[in-house]
């Protein structure tokens, strides 16, 4: 069964420092997400993609948060300049289609901790 | 604003039937949504609604009235397995003209033996 991917499962990184998380979604998916989840908290909407432009995002997604298409197959979410609260899991999803019975698939995510 | 709620924490017996509830308060609905999340790893997909009534999919069923925006996720047959979190997502219509997805805090199902 076709499964969205995410590389690296874990990050460790120094505050200030930029990361980029990696997805690969599900091949003939058109619609992308990134969602983070803080440790015991509930999962928060970051923003959604299509068509190579950000079709929705959230007062989270502010201007250190950037998403890209590198190429046809991945999908990626930089942080610019890391904080202590950027520290949560961050999930990539996709879905073939965004009307009436969308099913979103979400990949194993990837943690990331803050330092 | 926007809100879901949903309660903490529930537990019930292998065997039983319980009924995980959810309250939403949103702009612009179109649809609600219930995952299955165990600890540590990502929401599965579980169920969809955005008519009224009850969608029933095996031992999952789901319930939506949008006019007390309320939905129950219904879980028969408990097993142990079904320990894990679960879900109440909302979608509405962003500004742009597509979705946002809003996510309750989840309700955290033990299942005892």
């Known amino acids: 069964e076709p499964e969205v991917t995410q590389t690296p499962s874990h990050q460790v990184t120094q505050m200030g420092q930029e990361v980029i998380l990696r997805c690969v979604p599900i091949s003939n998916h058109l619609y992308f997400y990134w969602y983070r989840q803080i440790l015991g908290q509930k999962v928060e909407f970051l923003v959604s993609f299509y068509n190579n432009e950000i079709s929705e995002k959230s007062e989270i997604f502010d201007d250190q948060f950037s998403v890209e298409r590198p190429d046809g197959s991945n999908f990626t979410l930089k942080i610019r300049s890391t904080k202590l609260e950027d520290s949560a899991m961050y999930f990539c999803a996709s879905s073939e289609a965004w009307q009436v019975q969308e099913t979103q698939y979400f990949g194993p995510g990837t943690r990331l901790l803050v330092l | 604003g926007q809100n879901i709620d949903q309660p903490t924490e529930m537990t019930a017996t292998e065997g039983a039937i319980v009924q995980i509830n959810c309250t939403y308060q949103t702009s612009g609905f179109n649809g609600l949504f219930w995952y299955q999340q165990h600890a540590g790893e990502a929401p599965t997909f579980l169920s969809y609604?955005?008519?009224?009534g009850l969608e029933e999919k095996g031992r999952f069923s789901s319930f939506l009235s949008r006019s007390k925006g309320y939905s129950y996720l219904l879980l028969k047959e408990l097993q142990m397995k079904d320990s894990a979190s679960y879900l109440c997502a909302v979608r509405s219509l962003g500004a742009s003209g597509t979705y946002k997805y809003i996510f309750g805090t989840g309700t955290r199902l033990k299942v005892l033996a």
């Open positions: 609604n955005v008519l009224d």
